[in-house]
């Protein structure tokens, strides 16, 4: 109930951060992601940052989730072996420590697609393994820039223990939502 309500806001809000306990990521993502694309014609940029995109596609589409407007950023499969670059609806990344290569995705999906656009994170937190929490935070803030009044953002992020991150980005976002 929760999350339909913060979902509900986005049609007058453009980005929200989800703070969640780390076992209930995936399961928030997939409830943003119904939310998100439920508007015909949308187009969706999911930003996968703890496992393969194919296989959150996969899952989704047996959640009877319609995936042919969804587009992907896997961070994970380069790092494991796979391929880097563009195949299909997935921008396999080159590394997950590149927030920039991230950052330059999510403009070129921006300006390439008209009408209603959404961006989802699925966790956040995840990208700490591989950078700073101030160039984490400046990537949280530039995406919300980016997003702008045209798109519809929402980042999911875990709780952590003694956690001082999330209350470097929660400014960024025009609201915050606290999953118990």
Same mark, same amino acid.
């Given at each position: +109930?929760? $999350? /339909? *309500?913060? &979902? #509900?806001?986005?049609?007058?809000?453009?980005?929200?951060?989800? @703070?969640?306990?780390s076992a209930m990521t995936q399961d928030t993502a997939r409830s943003a992601v119904k939310f998100l694309s439920r508007k015909r014609g949308s187009k969706g940029?999911?930003? @996968?940052?703890?496992?393969?995109?194919?296989?959150? /596609?996969?899952?989704?589409?047996?959640?009877?989730?319609?995936?042919?407007?969804? &587009? &992907?950023?896997?961070?994970?499969?380069?790092?494991?072996?796979?391929?880097?670059? %563009?195949?299909?609806?997935? $921008?396999?990344?080159?590394?997950?420590?590149?927030?920039?290569?991230?950052?330059? *995705?999510?403009?070129?999906?921006?300006?390439?697609?008209?009408?209603?656009? %959404?961006?989802?994170?699925?966790?956040?937190?995840? $990208?700490?393994?591989?950078?700073?929490?101030? +160039?984490? #935070?400046? &990537? *949280?803030?530039?995406?919300?820039?980016?997003?702008?009044?045209?798109?519809? $953002?929402?980042?999911?992020?875990?709780?952590?223990?003694g956690d001082t991150f999330t209350n470097k980005i929660i400014p960024f976002f025009d609201d915050v939502v606290m999953v118990e």
């Amino acid at each position: +109930m929760q $999350l /339909k *309500a913060a &979902f #509900a806001k986005l049609d007058s809000k453009k980005s929200i951060l989800v @703070v969640t306990p780390s076992a209930m990521t995936q399961d928030t993502a997939r409830s943003a992601v119904k939310f998100l694309s439920r508007k015909r014609g949308s187009k969706g940029l999911y930003m @996968v940052l703890n496992k393969p995109a194919e296989r959150v /596609k996969g899952d989704l589409e047996k959640q009877k989730i319609n995936t042919k407007d969804i &587009f &992907f950023i896997d961070t994970l499969s380069a790092s494991i072996g796979g391929e880097i670059g %563009w195949k299909g609806q997935i $921008l396999y990344s080159s590394n997950p420590a590149d927030i920039t290569e991230m950052g330059i *995705a999510v403009s070129n999906f921006i300006a390439k697609h008209n009408g209603r656009k %959404w961006i989802l994170m699925d966790s956040l937190i995840t $990208l700490k393994l591989y950078t700073t929490e101030d +160039m984490l #935070a400046k &990537f *949280a803030q530039t995406l919300t820039l980016k997003a702008g009044n045209d798109v519809q $953002l929402v980042v999911i992020t875990a709780k952590t223990k003694g956690d001082t991150f999330t209350n470097k980005i929660i400014p960024f976002f025009d609201d915050v939502v606290m999953v118990e």
